[in-house]
């Protein structure tokens, strides 16, 4: 745009020069005029070419990647090049376009992951109604109740997924009450107390003061302390120690829970909250560990995990306290 307003003002000075020249009649000044015009045209065609170069031709290539950006070419970039106006809007197209790159690499991710998870229990379902119906074996009572089984897994993974969704849409729906922590989660512990005791883990429980009257969703923080009870008998396949300890300091409140399992290496750790990620001690679907980082946001709180490979995972989740109201 200077270099612009540049040509524009030396066209200007030139008409204003030429006819100040001709006006005059010399013949130096037309003199001047032959030598002068000449170049201060030349000076003017270069800065035009300058301004194309630096601005036109940017916005140009903008306008094409966007256009292959519409299209579905998420590869689509720009290079940060230009004007000092045009390379701002360069560098904004660029990040857009990785992000939406990275969504419909997601998006693929999870349809592949959600065919894979859904393929063995529909596997299972349809071998048993196919043998019932050849008559290998009757409809009896085990055969029904396997069935079932599977069937929940599926109905299962479909509510983890909706509520990955609402999460992540920021439309879950939390519903907020005063709770007693401390019962909360004896609760949790004492109802996977004999899975844990069968697998020869021992449960520590340690639970601070003021406690009892912390503002948030009972129900859900109880599916994030289930998730990471069963994550964490889990991972310790020839027993050993949970530690499940509650406390509030000031404005927050942490729930740590601790196992003396196998551990994550550093390299699985980054992803341990991806969707579909499983440990090699996992059961599960993988989406465990990612509702519970979904519905601890939810909260405006922060889970964290730190592990050391052969000695044990530490999660913490920390949630603020509010006030209760009258």
Request: no cysteine.
């Amino acid at each position: 745009m200077v270099g612009f307003l540049v040509f524009l003002g030396l066209l200007v000075a030139l008409g204003a020069f030429i006819a100040t020249a001709v006006l005059g009649s010399t013949s130096e000044s037309r003199w001047v005029v032959v030598v002068v015009a000449p170049l201060v045209v030349a000076l003017a065609v270069v800065l035009v070419v300058r301004y194309v170069r630096r601005t036109w031709l940017p916005v140009r290539d903008l306008m094409a990647a966007a256009d292959s950006l519409a299209d579905g070419d998420y590869a689509a970039r720009v290079d940060d090049a230009g004007s000092a106006t045009v390379r701002p809007v360069a560098r904004s197209f660029n990040m857009m376009a990785r992000r939406l790159e990275q969504a419909d690499q997601e998006r693929r991710q999870l349809l592949a992951d959600l065919g894979h998870e859904l393929r063995t229990p529909l596997t299972v379902v349809r071998g048993e109604i196919e043998a019932m119906l050849d008559g290998v074996h009757d409809p009896d009572q085990a055969h029904l109740d396997l069935l079932l089984e599977e069937v929940t897994v599926m109905e299962r993974l479909i509510e983890d997924l909706r509520t990955i969704g609402l999460a992540e849409a920021g439309a879950l729906a939390l519903h907020p009450e005063p709770t007693d922590v401390a019962q909360l989660v004896t609760d949790v512990v004492d109802t996977h107390r004999r899975a844990a005791t069968a697998a020869g883990v021992d449960i520590d429980v340690s639970l601070g003061q003021g406690l009892d009257d912390v503002v948030l969703d009972p129900i859900r923080i109880r599916e994030v302390l289930v998730n990471l009870v069963v994550n964490a008998v889990h991972a310790m396949p020839d027993g050993g120690t949970l530690s499940v300890t509650a406390g509030r300091h000031e404005d927050a409140l942490a729930i740590e829970v601790a196992d003396t399992g196998i551990g994550i290496e550093p390299e699985d750790l980054e992803r341990v909250f991806d969707r579909f990620r499983k440990g090699s001690t996992s059961t599960g679907s993988g989406l465990g560990l990612t509702i519970s980082r979904d519905l601890v946001e939810a909260h405006d709180g922060t889970i964290a995990m730190s592990s050391t490979p052969g000695r044990g995972t530490v999660v913490t989740v920390t949630l603020p306290v509010l006030e209760v109201s009258p």
